[in-house]
């Protein structure tokens, strides 16, 4: 059983299934996913694919997974990815990129996570025997490690014409997408069509305990199901999981908005508090990044001060903090840790 004294926001992977999903999960009719009969299975896919407006979708365990597999299935090995420093596919995902596809990773620095067309357009490699072939540009939506921040549309656009002026692969990773499509009401297709492949998560915001999608065309899906298997990515009565993802879709997707109202409100109250400071223009989804002045504490100080008094975050450089809400966080909870902080940083 859950404490219900925990406040645990060091991320928005630790939702728990509801009891409406569970029910859902246990009467999901189920067949055999990699031989193509979990009806359940495919019916997420095609809902997902027909929101973001894509041809086909392949449901995988996780998002480290779908990235992959997208990169493993357009790059040769040598090529270069162009992604921006903070990136998940670079931070997170165990150097899967050279260690399973052997691509090379070329780190550009953007503005809260997102990166300028003329950053793409200047670090694109000349054609040359003696440098490596830019093939794929990846860009996050919402970006991690930026605090939830969302790529601005216009900017992906022009982002989009320096790769096809190039010839270069565009690749989303969107798995808080969702995210982004309902703090800027900005539809899911508008944001995945300047993309070629894309990977959206089940299992953070929308509260699903496990799986992704991968998106694309019908070709670059039927390539990804076959790397899907090379990674051990595919599932048998998988259905019991995608029924879990299809009733976050219907109940899930919209309160997302209530997750970034307690992030804003968590995050005004504590900019008020000496010693601490949030660059406010950054929440604009679920993340909240905290700057912890040097002499009040460390970041894993703080981290163990709040631990101390059943509140949970994730130290994530030095002097800085990261806290996520979630649908298994309310605004009372939200408020009870800012009380919590507050007593935690006024005791130095």
Known sequence: ????????????????????????????????????????????????????????????????????????????????????????????EAGAPAALAGLMIHLLDGKRGVLAPETIANNIRPIDIHCPKTTIVALENTNNRAGGTIYPLETIQAIEKVARDNNLWMHLDGARLWNAHV???????????????????????????????????????QKARRTRKLFGGGMRQSGVLAEAGLYALENNLLRLAVDHTNAKNLATGMNRLDGITIDMESVETNIVIADIAPDLMTADQFQTGLEKANLHCFSIAPQRVRLVTHLDVTAEQCQKALEIIQKVASKN
Do not use: W
Request: glycine fraction near 10%; charge should be negative; aromatic fraction near 4%.
């Open 183 to 221: 703090a800027a009401n900005i539809s899911l297709d508008k944001y995945a069509a300047s993309f070629d492949s894309v990977s959206v998560c089940l299992s953070k915001g929308l509260g699903a305990p496990v799986g992704s999608l991968l998106l694309g065309d019908a070709d670059f899906i």
């Open 1 to 92: 059983m859950l404490d219900q004294n925990r406040i645990d926001l060091r991320s928005d992977t630790v939702t728990q299934p509801s009891p409406g999903m569970r029910r859902a999960m246990a009467e999901a009719i189920v067949g055999d996913d990699v031989l193509g009969d979990d009806p359940t299975v495919t019916k997420l896919e095609a809902t997902v694919a027909n929101l973001l407006g894509k041809e086909a979708a392949v449901f995988v365990p996780s998002g480290t997974m779908s990235n992959q597999i997208a990169l493993y299935a357009i790059g040769q090995r040598g090529d270069e990815i162009l992604c921006e420093t903070g990136c998940h596919i670079v931070n997170y």
